[in-house]
């Protein structure tokens, strides 16, 4: 789910130790991704090939890309950052805020998206709508695209800056590079191939990690001793003083839990986000391109112990963590086990893993910009019907363009740091209404071509009202940011819902035989391709997946209930 | 409806599959088991080596567990894993659609 905004700044005394050997594991991956670059751009031909990898990628690699490009460091840091602060609740962002959201992509969408053969998002919503509709949401999608990729490049240099000491802007300057110079050459394929190693990488640093943090507190029943001593019980459970009038750290209530983040924004963020969505749709069959976020269904349920272990550590073992007094931020969480317990090694792949998390949190969001801007908007409202190599051409040159934006907007964050969190919140409700205008018009076959512009116009300006004034002017109480912005997203998704009903009541609905494949209970032309031989395999079948993970979700819950 | 709806279904599906037969990705991508194999049997040598012969002040650092020795044994096993995987099932021709 979308990772808390907090500002990225850690404390100084966390430089690490690094030598020679960690430089070398550094070094190594740098080359090995421009080699991906370089090797992945013989495979681009046409403009498919530079911004869905040619449709033809197999389901475990779209799968891993699929987690990874959320797995980005501002999320890695920022759930540490979010244990350490509200404990055990960081559960929720992945076993209700991520897991059904994933499987009802994988299960009910994606035979629309990828059946209807859509590029992207957007485009959907100019099958289904029209074309205001889909201006709106790629001009929306492309800027918020942008303003998140230097978001990424901004925390890349304060972390960089505290834990090895380069100056920021050599930070910035280099990582902006590679991650030019990869899309550039290979487009999606070759970001979609690095966000795969970056997945293992940081795999091999957290596991390390979370394993000598746990034997550093005296294991599991040592942690829950020392956080239930200094935070109470409830620290340590997932429902623990969620009762509705109760008051928790996480200033929210089960019901906003469950509606707010649960349902409104992780589907927002997982079924909408083209930047998530593009790496289902790269995949080489229907049955793929299902099995994507139901692939990394898996993984994500078990993530969350590996970033929620050392925020809790760290909230374990200094006292007030976070806190003013104690010197350390909550995002420091990571950085200072990192610099308590990794032997020179070990930290280099710890080093690598954090930074190829932040190259690949940009990377997903520009390979995901320069698609949409390409198709979207330049190709369909600008520079109409030119031939396939001239969209290829400007997908690289708007690939710089873009990256040149990012980098430029991570030197704005780094002079207006309290502006960017403000931009940030206020792009974070743009899902929301994305979502309202999708489950609408895939369910409901009255919903007029007109409704999707004023649904998405109307839930967009509600949460950012309900967000920006009736709670930060203090209209209504609300005790937590978080808090906040589940309510704010349950408001917008009504107030989407509302007007979406009013318009298409007084609008014409959309003739029958062009709803074919966009509603849900109608199919596409394409959906009718014969599945491919050995996907009927079980373990290939996308609904035993998708229960699978719900279950095991639930059954995860267990434990941290009662 | 005051306009008439321009884009459709069929102009997206005409298009697509049009550019997905003339698309070059799966003919001429690498397999990329290869470089995970490769990249993790490599973190996997060096950081072994550092696990073995690990000096006290490093051991105390990491609770006693000499972290590099299994860490670095671990990707060397994940690297060997995609190398295996990728001979058994090596990478099968592209599929003309």
């Known amino acids: ?562 | 409806m005051s306009e008439p709806h321009g884009y459709s279904e069929h102009d997206v599906q005409r298009e697509v599959t049009e550019l997905q037969s003339k698309s070059a990705t799966a003919a001429r991508i690498f397999d990329l088991r290869r470089i995970i194999g490769g990249l993790f049997v490599l973190y996997g040598i060096i950081v072994t080596i550092a696990g073995i012969n690990p000096s006290d002040s490093s051991l105390d650092k990491s609770e006693g567990i000499n972290i590099n020795l299994w860490t670095g044994l671990g990707m060397l096993l994940l690297g060997i894993f995609f190398l295996v995987w990728l001979k058994l099932r090596p990478t099968p021709p592209p599929v003309r659609r």
Not at chain 1, 469 to 495: K, L
């Open chain 1, 1 to 562: 789910m979308q990772t808390p905004t907090k500002g990225a700044y850690l404390a100084a005394e966390l430089r690490l130790p690094t030598n020679w050997v960690d430089y070398t594991i550094l070094g190594i991956y740098f080359v090995v991704v421009l080699g991906i670059g370089f090797a992945a751009r013989r495979s681009v031909k046409t403009s498919l090939d530079f911004f869905l990898s040619g449709r033809s990628l197999p389901a475990w690699i779209t799968g891993l890309a699929f987690i990874s490009a959320n797995l980005a460091a501002t999320e890695i840091l920022g759930m540490a950052a979010n244990s350490a602060q509200y404990g055990a609740y960081t559960v929720h962002w992945y076993w209700i805020g991520a897991i059904p959201a994933m499987v009802f992509l994988g299960l009910v969408m994606m035979p629309f998206y990828y059946g209807s053969k859509v590029r992207s998002v957007p485009e959907m919503l100019l099958l289904r709508f029209d074309k205001w509709a889909h201006l709106l949401s790629s001009a929306l999608f492309a800027f918020a695209a942008i303003l998140i990729a230097g978001v990424n490049l901004y925390a890349l240099a304060i972390v960089v800056e505290a834990l090895l000491g380069w100056p920021q802007w050599v930070a910035i300057v280099v990582a902006g590079a590679f991650v030019l110079a990869y899309i550039t050459l290979g487009g999606l394929s070759s970001a979609i191939y690095n966000e795969v190693l970056q997945f293992f990488v940081i795999l091999a640093a957290l596991i390390p990690l979370s394993v000598l943090g746990l034997k550093k507190v005296g294991g599991w029943d040592g942690l829950t001793d020392r956080l239930t001593a200094e935070h109470g019980a409830n620290f340590t459970t997932a429902w623990g003083g969620t009762g509705i009038g109760s008051a928790n750290p996480l200033g929210a209530n089960w019901l906003t839990i469950v509606l707010g983040l649960g349902f409104v924004l992780s589907f927002g963020y997982w079924t909408t986000n083209f930047a998530e969505v593009q790496r289902a749709l790269s995949a080489k069959n229907l049955s793929a391109a299902q099995r994507t976020p139901l692939i990394a269904a898996f993984p994500k349920i078990f993530i969350v112990f590996l970033v929620m272990i050392p925020g809790l550590t760290a909230a374990a073992l200094i006292p007030g963590f976070g806190t003013s007094d104690s010197g350390y931020q909550y995002n420091d969480a990571i950085p200072y086990l990192m610099e308590q317990l990794l032997p020179n090694g070990v930290l280099g792949i710890a080093v690598t893993g954090l930074l190829a998390a932040f190259m690949a949190g940009m990377a997903a969001n520009v390979s995901s910009f320069n698609t949409v801007f390409t198709n979207d908007i330049w190709g369909r409202y600008v520079e109409k019907g030119r031939d396939d190599e001239y969209y290829v051409r400007f997908g690289r040159l708007i690939t710089v363009i873009g990256v040149c934006a990012s980098v430029g907007t991570a030197f704005l964050a780094s002079s207006f740091s309290n502006i960017m969190s403000y931009l940030q919140t206020l792009f974070s409700f743009f899902n929301v209404p994305m979502f309202v205008v999708f489950i609408v018009g895939m369910f409901w076959k009255r919903a007029s071509v007109k409704s999707g512009f004023w649904g998405l116009l109307a839930g967009t300006v509600a949460a950012m009202v309900n967000y920006f004034w009736i709670y930060q002017q203090g209209i209504i109480d609300i005790p937590s940011d978080q808090g906040a912005n589940f309510v704010s997203a349950i408001v917008g998704f009504v107030a989407g819902a509302v007007v979406m009903v009013a318009v298409s009541l007084f609008t014409a609905p959309k003739p029958a035989e062009e709803l074919q494949g966009l509603v849900y209970g109608t199919t596409s032309p394409g959906m009718s391709e014969p599945p491919a031989a050995g996907d009927d395999a079980w373990y290939r079948r996308p609904a035993l997946l998708g229960w699978g993970a719900i279950v095991l979700a639930a059954a995860c819950y267990i434990p941290f209930s009662f």
